[in-house]
């Protein structure tokens, strides 16, 4: 290809003769190579004309080829440069070219749409600076539909897009022009990393885990995880309380939507099963596949496989099934589901309750008389061998009651009998008292400490014996 510009008007028809299209963004003319159709421009152009193609070199402004001989030996100027720059680049890229990326710091504003396209942020941080122009963006709207359109347009997604590579030589900057958009590449993308998070929780058995908890019969301390005023925050709310659902619900507001769904998410989790809940409800009004995909991240999915508590989750409405409603306990379509599932465990309950009664009952009719007759009797049996058991209970803790009446000593010190001790033991005999020795002594209304002057009776009995 060669790119031919400056003062063109005067060859325009001859330039349309060798099959030269005109470029009206970077004001030059574009002319498909060969050796006839270079020689036919440089006589256009003159010895060294503004042109760059193959094997041609780079020219600058006033006609001088910086790579010749006649270069000034003390290097090229800034402004040269820029536009040797801007003259490559336009060379090297005559064509829109498709551009892979991740969208960043995306601003709608009248007059466009202003992006950046970038690495993922794992590989780096480069980025590049990209413009939606109105005419472009309808173009696109026409063509793949509003509503696609809008959910590829968001920060943090994957894109692959058809753009015009332009240098902004006033900054020296590169830019990208966005002519066009590949939302196939987007949804493959996202089922990609979707698919590759659900594969790791598999082999780690984390897919199962809280499926495998047991839910309640009586579920009565509900937690709810939702965005705080939403509509699935109502619509749950009032279904519960339609239904006269007897418990209480716990509430936890988190992000549904955006970067904070990763942070916020987890938190209320953490939350809601240390306050003790017996089931958790995450949910959110639906959307698209791109709206959902901060349900697809690890951060959520791991939160949900430890939680202690079962999840249920109504987050994707129809189609678009999330990973954290793949890993949940349960999933339901909508808020409104999810807090009817919640009343159908109260119903189910009391409907097993209602037929064990009426098993019973039919149980009872069943039974002949003769039967009833033997339970009769097994029940009198039953009630004499407890009279019995209690009466010799009862009989033995009086017995207990008396012997410990027996080791009182109350009665015996009103009387103004008093009980010495010593060192902790109590002192029943005169043989364990010597002169100088301090006893406590046990009076009804308190106790005295007191030395031994002396003794009698010891030696009286030892005379005796």
């Known amino acids: 290809m060669i790119i031919v510009f400056g003062d063109t008007y005067r060859h325009r028809d001859a330039i349309k003769a060798l099959g030269g299209r005109y470029d009206g963004v970077f004001k030059n003319w574009q002319i498909p190579f060969s050796d006839d159709t270079l020689t036919m421009v440089q006589k256009m152009a003159g010895q060294r004309p503004s042109i760059a193609a193959p094997d041609a070199g780079i020219a600058t402004p006033d006609g001088k080829d910086p790579t010749s001989k006649g270069q000034d030996e003390r290097g090229i100027a800034i402004r040269d440069l820029v536009n040797a720059v801007h003259r490559t680049i336009t060379t090297g890229f005559p064509a829109p070219v498709w551009v892979i990326g991740e969208i960043e710091n995306l601003a709608v504003r009248p007059q466009g749409i202003f992006l950046n396209l970038a690495e993922p942020k794992s590989t780096g941080s480069l980025s590049v600076k990209a413009t939606i122009w109105p005419t472009a963006l309808e173009f696109m709207a026409r063509i793949h539909g509003e509503d696609?359109?809008?959910?590829?347009?968001?920060?943090?997604?994957?894109?692959?897009?058809?753009?015009?590579?332009?240098?902004y030589k006033d900054r020296a900057q590169l830019s990208l022009t966005i002519e066009n958009v590949d939302p196939v590449f987007t949804q493959g993308a996202l089922a990609l990393a979707r698919e590759k998070l659900l594969k790791e929780l598999r082999a780690k058995g984390l897919d199962r885990k809280n499926k495998m908890l047991a839910v309640p019969a009586f579920?009565?301390?509900?937690?709810?995880?939702?965005?705080?005023?939403?509509?699935?925050e109502s619509d749950f709310l009032h279904q519960l309380e339609s239904g006269g659902f007897p418990g209480s619900v716990l509430f936890a507001a988190a992000a549904t939507q955006g970067e904070e769904v990763k942070t916020a998410v987890p938190r209320a989790l953490t939350a809601l099963a240390e306050a003790g809940c017996d089931v958790?409800?995450?949910?959110?009004?639906?959307?698209?596949?791109?709206?959902?995909?901060?349900?697809?991240?690890?951060?959520?999915?791991?939160?949900i496989a430890d939680c202690p508590v079962p999840v249920i989750a109504a987050i994707g409405h129809h189609d678009d099934t999330c990973v954290a409603e793949e890993i949940?306990?349960?999933?339901?379509?909508?808020p409104t589901a999810a807090a009817q599932h919640i009343l159908n465990l109260f119903l189910a309950a009391r409907q097993r309750i209602e037929l064990a009664g009426i098993s019973l009952q039919n149980v009872m009719e069943r039974l002949s008389k003769q039967q009833l007759q033997l339970f009769a009797m097994l029940e009198g049996r039953l009630h004499a061998s407890a009279a019995r058991a209690l009466a010799a209970i009862a009989a033995n803790l009086a017995n207990i009651e008396a012997r410990l009446a027996g080791?009182?000593?109350?009665?015996?010190?009103?009387k103004g009998w008093t009980r010495l001790a010593a060192n902790g033991k109590t002192i029943d005999s005169i043989r364990s008292l010597t002169p100088g020795m301090v006893?406590?002594?046990r009076l009804k209304d308190g106790h005295a400490t007191l030395q031994v002057a002396g003794t009698t009776g010891a030696e009286a009995s030892k005379t005796k014996k």
């Open 407 to 414: 080791l009182d000593p109350s009665p015996w010190l009103e």
């Open 439 to 441: 006893v406590t002594a």
């Open 280 to 303: 958790v409800v995450i949910t959110r009004g639906g959307g698209s596949a791109a709206d959902l995909r901060w349900f697809d991240t690890p951060e959520v999915a791991y939160a």
């Open 148 to 167: 696609t359109v809008r959910q590829i347009l968001q920060d943090g997604i994957q894109v692959r897009c058809l753009c015009r590579v332009g240098f």
């Open 219 to 232: 579920p009565l301390k509900v937690g709810l995880v939702s965005a705080d005023g939403s509509r699935a």
């Open 328 to 334: 949940c306990h349960s999933r339901e379509k909508t």
